[in-house]
């Protein structure tokens, strides 16, 4: 087992213990904690967490709850993850143009990560921003009211930043 | 009727999220008042009064789900459901981070109603800038003693927590919520038990939406009958309407309950965009069954009016459809959706949805014919009614059946072309 929490979430993880009189409640805050500090949830990660959250919570248990959920990465993404909304409402705004712009500047297509790791673009089920679309969601931030040119510059901004 | 501002009256300000900007315009003002001055069932009392319906979707009376709770001694548990999700709605974000400490305010009202000491904040995964100030309020509300023990001396405790949801629309279900929160896939649970006698932990609990604990502080702070006297008798109060789609100023607006629609679209919205004909309004979320244009026509935004044209208001959210939309694609994306979220316990839904979905796509594909709307039709009733423990089977059906219904013609005419009605044969039918 070679992975363990990193400082910062270590000292996350003391202050949620005492938030859940049950500790299963654990592993859904504890499987972010993982993401945020390796990119991804894998099976190394998930034994640690089961051992850490201790009996009766199982890796099999662990695994079963990372693989239901669509915001635990299963596999490592771009460092830069594009996740744009494609449903009705953003539909509605044009997403598919900003889907296919994002992908034909990068060379991918949705679901996948350029090579060098930059990038992953992918298609989501509504990102809860509906009136504001069509709208992305980079790493932790919200990107509304786009269009082909603003998802040109966006992109651009972030490969400059590296 | 029209706009009425009373959860949103200052979230124009830019420090709105903030204890020291809620406190100046008189916030906590009502939980001193509910810790002080009233007894738990004084509360509940005002807030049944009040005609308060929850506005996450299902509109159950909030004073009487409150008084389900059995006084037993076991701990009671209050979750507030902010995993906001289906499609077109987006209502609950916008007092999440404009207005955390109304939020909190009425969560502590609530909790001293059902004698809870311990409550939780489940917000959807995505929305991590709301998780942040709504955790930044939570410290804000620990350091001057109004959430903790003792809270402003009234010898009521209260603890409470933010947890993240993951990405599983499901888990706006309030059982599904409750398995999320602990630590399990997000199934929903068959009921009886409901939550209030067995939800977290198997321990008595309540769940209500965001706006619906936004809305105690004002009732308790008016008092119930008066704010009984804002919307409809029988639909009290303001609602959060989420519109977009084809209208020209698309956002979040409240307004008094019983609104007419058409006022919403053309008055508050100012029409549809590049002023082209209304086809249709999806008057609730992506569940709620589809009105035509005459139907929208007569529509006031209140649970009765709504449920007359044998739809609903929902989740609040209002998407436009304007003559330019093309609905065989939109039910398409609305069909896939419900396919990608399905949890997967119960096969109608599991596999139901996903036929669905994958009908609608030949459709679009122009590779359909008229045995594929048929057998769309049929699977559609075997996957409502009960057939499923929870209502996402019913949703996906009531997102698709409607608008198959009510615009045929749009699906008809990209059917395979050698399946396509032809314009001979109907006017031989009407002839005949």
């Known amino acids: ?162 | 009727m029209g706009l009425r501002k009373l959860l949103t009256t200052h979230i124009d300000h830019p420090e709105s999220h903030s204890l020291s900007h809620y406190q100046s315009v008189g916030g906590y003002v009502s939980l001193k008042k509910a810790l002080t001055d009233l007894s738990a069932e004084q509360i509940i009392n005002e807030v049944k009064t009040s005609g308060l319906r929850g506005r996450g979707g299902a509109g159950f009376p909030t004073g009487n789900k409150w008084s389900f709770i059995p006084k037993t001694d076991k701990p009671k548990y209050l979750i507030c459901n902010g995993d906001e999700g289906e499609p077109g709605t987006f209502k609950d974000r916008l007092l999440i981070e404009k207005a955390p400490h109304m939020l909190i305010e009425g969560m502590i009202i609530a909790a001293k109603a059902i004698d809870s000491h311990q409550g939780y904040i489940y917000i959807r995964g995505e929305f991590m800038k709301g998780i942040a100030i709504v955790e930044k309020a939570v410290e804000e509300a620990y350091a001057q003693n109004l959430l903790g023990k003792n809270i402003l001396g009234s010898g009521y405790d209260f603890n409470l927590a933010v947890y993240s949801g993951a990405g599983a629309y499901i888990c706006g279900e309030e059982s599904a919520l409750i398995n999320s929160l602990e630590g399990r896939r997000g199934h929903p649970r068959l009921k009886p038990p409901f939550p209030a006698v067995s939800g977290l932990y198997s321990c008595p609990t309540v769940v209500n939406n965001v706006e619906t604990f936004c809305n105690v502080p004002h009732i308790i702070a008016m008092t119930g009958e008066e704010y009984k006297k804002i919307g409809t008798e029988k639909s009290p109060g303001t609602r959060l309407f989420a519109v977009s789609g084809h209208v020209k100023k698309r956002g979040i607006y409240e307004v008094e309950m019983g609104t007419p629609l058409k006022e919403l679209i053309y008055d508050i919205c100012g029409g549809i965009q590049n002023d082209k004909a209304l086809k249709a309004v999806i008057p609730g979320g992506s569940s709620s069954p589809i009105l035509n244009a005459e139907e929208v026509a007569i529509a006031t935004m209140d649970y009765e009016s709504i449920a007359s044209l044998k739809s609903m208001l929902g989740s609040g959210a209002v998407i436009i459809l304007s003559e330019e939309a093309d609905l065989v694609e939109t039910t398409f994306r609305l069909a896939e959706f419900y396919s990608h979220e399905s949890c997967g316990q119960c096969t109608p839904c599991r596999e139901g949805t996903h036929w669905v979905k994958d009908i609608l796509h030949k459709i679009r594909e122009g590779e359909g014919t008229e045995k594929d709307m048929d057998l769309l039709l049929s699977i559609t009733r075997n996957m409502e009614g009960g057939t499923t423990i929870c209502p996402l089977a019913d949703a996906c059906v009531m997102a698709v059946r409607p608008t198959m219904q009510k615009f045929k013609n749009e699906f008809q005419k990209r059917l395979k072309v050698s399946d396509k009605p032809s314009e001979e044969k109907q006017s031989v039918v009407h002839a005949g």
């Not at chain 1, 992918?122 to 509304?144: D, M, R, T």
């Open chain 1, 1 to 162: 087992m070679s992975y363990q929490f990193s400082k910062e979430s270590e000292v996350r993880f003391q202050k949620l213990v005492p938030q859940f009189p049950n500790k299963r409640s654990l592993i859904l805050p504890c499987l972010f904690l993982l993401q945020k500090d390796q990119g991804f949830v894998d099976k190394d990660g998930m034994e640690y967490i089961a051992n850490r959250i201790g009996a009766p919570v199982s890796l099999a248990h662990v695994h079963g709850v990372a693989t239901f959920y669509t915001m635990y990465n299963k596999k490592p993404v771009g460092k830069y993850h594009i996740q744009i909304c494609a449903n009705i409402s953003c539909y509605l705004a044009g997403s598919d143009v900003v889907t296919e712009t994002a992908c034909k500047k990068l060379g991918i297509r949705p679901g996948e990560t350029k090579e060098d790791k930059s990038f992953t673009v992918e298609e989501v089920q509504c990102l809860g921003a509906c009136g504001f679309g069509p709208v992305a969601q980079i790493n932790e931030s919200y990107y509304e009211h786009l269009d082909a040119e603003k998802i040109e510059q966006i992109i651009d901004q972030l490969a400059k930043q590296g």
